[in-house]
T-cell receptor, first 113, second 113 residues
Framework: GENVEQHPSTLSVQEGDSAVIKCTYS??????FPWYKQELGKGPQLIID?????GEKKDQRIAVTLNKTAKHFSLHITETQPEDSAVYFC????????????FGKGTKLTVNP | DSGVTQTPKHLITATGQRVTLRCSPR?????VYWYQQSLDQGLQFLIQ???????AKGNILERFSAQQFPDLHSELNLSSLELGDSALYFC????????????FGEGSWLTVV
């Protein structure tokens, strides 16, 4: 089955700096790659996703890139703010959407003021 | 607020006991998913129901079972509880298709003592 590896497990940056979180997946049939943000005491919330027919997608300060050949995808957050502090999860699915999502272990991002 | 409602928010019970976790999906969503989140295993997919029928099964133990009722709410039953079952259990829902975004509830904290 699918296996998703996520790095780093913790990341600390200064406010205004960029943050990058990387994930690799094992199943070449995977075609949907969402990223979730989980704040303390809350459930994961979708922040951006990308499908396998697209190499990059951007939404304001957040961007995701996908390299299908290398089977890895990354989350880029620019101009980080303290409210970006949370745990971020990547996931992959071969079903084109939310079904059978396999999650990475998460990255705890801390943005220091 | 994702629109997915989970009860109870916190639950403490003894080993060997049985508990039921309840989930109300977002209005109009037909799919319900159950996930288990623990520190060492991360977010693990347990089971998915679509319009009352089991759609996909993940790493769900035989001691656990779930169902989705005609009004689309779902229940996750956990029996013969062990200390290792202590975790955060999330319910999530999505719309009609596999490509729809999945929305998570805020979770039910289960502590087995």
């Amino acid at each position: 089955g699918e296996n998703v590896e996520q790095h780093p497990s913790t990341l600390s940056v200064q406010e205004g700096d960029s943050a990058v979180i990387k994930c690799t997946y094992s199943d070449s049939a995977s075609n949907y790659f969402p990223w979730y943000k989980q704040e303390l005491g809350k459930g994961p919330q979708l922040i951006i996703d990308i499908r396998s027919n697209v190499g990059e997608k951007k939404d304001q300060r957040i961007a995701v890139t996908l390299n299908k050949t290398a089977k890895h995808f990354s989350l880029h957050i620019t101009e980080t703010q303290p409210e970006d502090s949370a745990v971020y999860f990547c996931a992959a699915s071969s079903q084109g959407g939310s079904e059978k999502l396999v999650f990475g272990k998460g990255t705890k991002l801390t943005v220091n003021p | 607020d994702s629109g997915v409602t989970q009860t109870p928010k916190h639950l403490i019970t003894a080993t060997g006991q049985r508990v039921t976790l309840r989930c109300s999906p977002r209005s109009g969503d037909l799919s319900v998913y159950w996930y288990q989140q623990s520190l060492d295993q991360g977010l693990q997919f347990l089971i998915q129901y679509y319009n009352g029928e089991e759609r996909a099964k993940g790493n769900i133990l035989e001691r656990f079972s779930a169902q989705q009722f005609p009004d689309l709410h779902s229940e996750l039953n956990l029996s013969s509880l062990e200390l290792g079952d202590s975790a955060l259990y999330f319910c999530a829902s999505s719309g009609r298709g596999a490509v729809d975004t999945i929305y998570f509830g805020e979770g039910s904290w289960l502590t087995v003592v």
